[in-house]
């Protein structure tokens, strides 16, 4: 009996002696944490996308109340709701970020590019980005394994089985830009998404030579620079026979859709022409010219019926510039 | 008991169709595609334009560098153009096009089928000779091969292994060099030892060619220091670090150099073009690639000259078979499937295999049952089913902890692997990387 009260006491003794030692030496070892971290953290969206390019949103939290100025961080999943609502905790104004979302510059369709021969290898693009140079006559569009599809956490993403070419969810996309980080041949860019998600930009990362390019491809950039010269605001440059629309000078006034002889450059949730003119006589090229200036708001005009319109046309214009 | 390497190795079918069709000269190509970059290393510099007149052994691209290998003109006739042409694997390279118009050779090649025994260039002579004529090796790895000869300061050669282990099923185009060159071969073994200022060669042959080790023993006899060592047919035997085990029973070091434990290995081709290049004047611009194929009528061995579309050597060889589903450039163990029939052949070449459909089939990949098969093959002792599983997650510090840089990517474990999972494809994806944080680093 004695025994038994004895241990119970020594037991107790040791217990409470190792919580006075774990206390004291958890107080001389206690990292500080800012209360906010956890408080950032509460309001980002909690995807862990790594958008932002910090590892996961509790990364990018610290980051954020570590900085002084947090103009620059963006939470692509979050938009500017989540950057605003995060200033307040913080006492930053917050600017925000024009919205991006991805694109597939490769318009490459098993029709518009036929196989020449067939990859019956490992199912991963970058695996058989360095074997080989895709089955097609174009080594530089998509390779159609759905490496992107794989690493999109969004469900944003689809193979379309009939072209072959990943296709994006603009609802449901982002732009936390892991498809961008997965493709091995760059296919895949941000891009603003514009007023009304209007955007215009060359489907084709071809960098071949005409002859070659339009060989392998019927869509493809030949590099022939029509759209350079037609374009009113220097937009778009030409390099190694690949055009590229620069979307901080876009004014969407598509002029380069309808002179590129190859289709490669394209124009999304734009309302339907009047008039499609027939190939590319110049007439036709003339007519749009016409009203360049008014171009935005006439195209604006028909489809802006419900109430955010007054929004909506500032933030176009706040993107134009 | 014949000896081989000590760990891991597989023994595929062998299928050596070809090892009785003597080497047949392949007629000149009407246009000859000649790809500026022929070897591992920077890619050579041309300095001829179009326009230009060529003779054969004109060199026509400049090495670019000490890893780097000029490139001669294995045609006569005008330079058509210089552009970007689709290789092998369908990537777009610089090439030299040229339209042939007759076969004048430069002058100082010597064309005549003399054996000339006698060596009278020093070291310094041989090895720049050797970089001069563009030699590279000619197992398949396209090592220059004056980088070889020239041994680091601090370090000694004790032996020259010569690899005529043919490991690849289906080639035989090292087999037939020996049976019809052994003569020469020997000389330029020779030319090699005097270079390395080694006393010992060793002549690695597998014994599913006997006949070429009868020959070479007996024409040994006539050289000093040279020997040839039978060993037991296994893959992959013609990896250097396997050879090497195998012959001398030395174990490189992870990560390092033959030289290390001072062998330097030379392929049984590239001691021939050794041979030419410093007795008959003569630089790389041909050598002998077999052509087979179970359903190919004529599974043969040609002499070709660099340029020469694949397309010839196929009709030379009775025809693309009907059935064939792949073409693949190189052995089938690590050969790379061809995009195309008119890219060139390449000092690379070393054979053209051609596969019916019903073998080339790729069954779907499983899941790992850890089944160890692919840990026992594996020649370099690695842990393939590990491999794949971080290059896949990529975790490219743990790859590199385990070692993926020694994979010599001969494919054993994709070969025997139950679950029929693509194991080199992820590793080589891996390996890749790998290499280039590496490089960063430095």
Known sequence: ?321 | MLKTFSIGGIHPEENKLSAQSAIQELPIPKIATIPIAQHIGAPAKAIVKKGDEVKVGQVIAQSSGFVSANIHSSVSGTVFKVDDVMDATGFRRTSIIIKVDGDEWLEHIDRSEDLVTEITQTKEEIIKRVGDAGIVGLGGATFPAHVKLSVPPGKTAEVLVINAVECEPYLTSDHRVMLEKADEIMVGIEILMKALEVKKAIIGIENNKPDAIAHMTQVATKYSGIEVCPLKTQYPQGGEKQLISATMKREVPSGALPIEVGAVVQNVGTAFAVYEAIQKNKPLFERVATITGKSLKNPSNWKFRVGTPVSDIIEAAGGLPEDTAKIVGGGPMMGKALVSVDVPLTKGSSGLLLLAEEETARKATKACIRCGKCVSVCPMGLEPYLLMVLADKKEYERLENDAVMDCIECGSCSFTCPATRPLLDYIRLGKGKVGQIMRARK
């Open chain 1, 1 to 321: 009996m004695n025994i038994i009260v004895i241990t119970i006491l020594a037991l107790c003794a040791i217990g409470v002696a190792a919580a006075i030692i774990l206390y004291f030496v958890a107080q001389k070892f206690k990292v500080y944490e800012d209360p906010r971290i956890d408080e950032v953290e509460e309001a980002l969206p909690a995807a862990n996308c790594g958008g932002c390019g910090y590892p996961g949103c509790r990364g990018f939290a610290e980051a954020l109340v570590k900085a002084d100025d947090i103009s620059n961080f963006n939470c692509p999943v979050g938009g500017a709701a989540v950057m605003s609502h995060v200033g307040g905790i913080l006492g930053h104004d917050v600017k925000a970020a024009d919205p991006t979302v991805a694109v597939i510059r490769c318009n490459g369709t098993c029709d518009n590019r036929p196989k020449t021969n067939i990859y019956d290898g490992a199912t991963s693009c970058t695996i058989a980005a360095s074997l080989y140079s895709g089955d097609t006559g174009c080594q530089h569009g998509c390779l159609g394994l759905g490496e992107c599809v794989d690493a999109c956490n969004f469900d944003a993403m689809y193979m379309d089985k009939e072209t072959g070419l990943p296709v994006i969810i603009e609802d449901k996309c982002v732009s936390c830009g892991a498809c961008v980080k997965a493709c091995p041949n760059s296919i895949i860019e941000l891009r603003k998404k514009g007023p009304k998600s209007r955007r215009i930009f060359v489907s084709c990362v071809n960098k071949d030579k005409g002859g070659v390019a339009k060989k392998a491809c019927s869509v493809a950039c030949i590099g022939c620079g029509k759209c350079v010269k037609e374009c009113p605001f220097d937009a778009i440059t030409l390099e190694n026979n690949l055009a590229y629309i620069d979307y901080n000078k876009c004014k969407l006034c598509r002029k380069c859709v309808i002179v590129c002889p190859t289709n490669a450059i394209h124009e999304l949730n734009f309302p339907p022409r009047k008039e499609k003119p027939a190939t590319k006589p110049t007439a036709a090229t003339v007519k749009p010219v016409a009203a360049p200036k008014a171009e935005a708001k006439t195209e604006e005009a028909p489809k802006a019926k419900p109430e955010p319109k007054a929004k909506e046309a500032k933030d176009g214009t706040s993107d134009n510039k």
